[in-house]
């Protein structure tokens, strides 16, 4: 059994910021194996891609929306990938999911990703 754990949502003001984490477990579960990544779904619309660390080097991508705002990073030695939020608007409201994916890299897909989160609301006021 992999379980996913997120943490760090909240309510916030425009132009805020949140560090949300991601912690994984499991007895068969490698961290390191595993591609991660960020989604999130505001009230009302499908679930999006926001952004993707490799398992190693950490080389990374982001959706368009985020860029330069978003940073996805993270730590194998403690199981968990962050993603830091700068300069949040009120359309980054959603809930915020983390997902592994066994490869290399994960990409935007997240129907290729294998396990999933129960997320974290984020909650930007204006």
């Known amino acids: 059994q992999v379980h996913l754990v997120e943490s760090g949502g909240g309510l916030v003001q425009a132009g805020g910021s949140l560090r949300l984490s991601c912690t994984a477990s499991g007895r068969t579960f490698t961290f390191s194996n595993y591609a991660m990544a960020w989604f999130r779904q505001a009230p009302g619309k499908p679930r999006e891609f926001v952004a993707t660390i490799s398992r190693n080097f950490g080389i990374t991508s982001y959706a368009d929306s985020v860029k330069g705002r978003f940073t996805i990073s993270r730590d194998n030695a403690k199981n968990t990938v962050y993603l830091q939020i700068n300069s949040l608007k009120p359309e980054d409201t959603a809930v915020y999911y983390c997902?592994?994916?066994?490869?290399?890299?994960?990409?935007?897909?997240?129907?290729?990703?294998?396990?999933w989160g129960q997320g974290t609301q984020v909650t930007v006021s204006s």
């Open positions: 997902a592994g994916r066994f490869a290399r890299y994960g990409g935007d897909d997240q129907n290729a990703y294998d396990y």
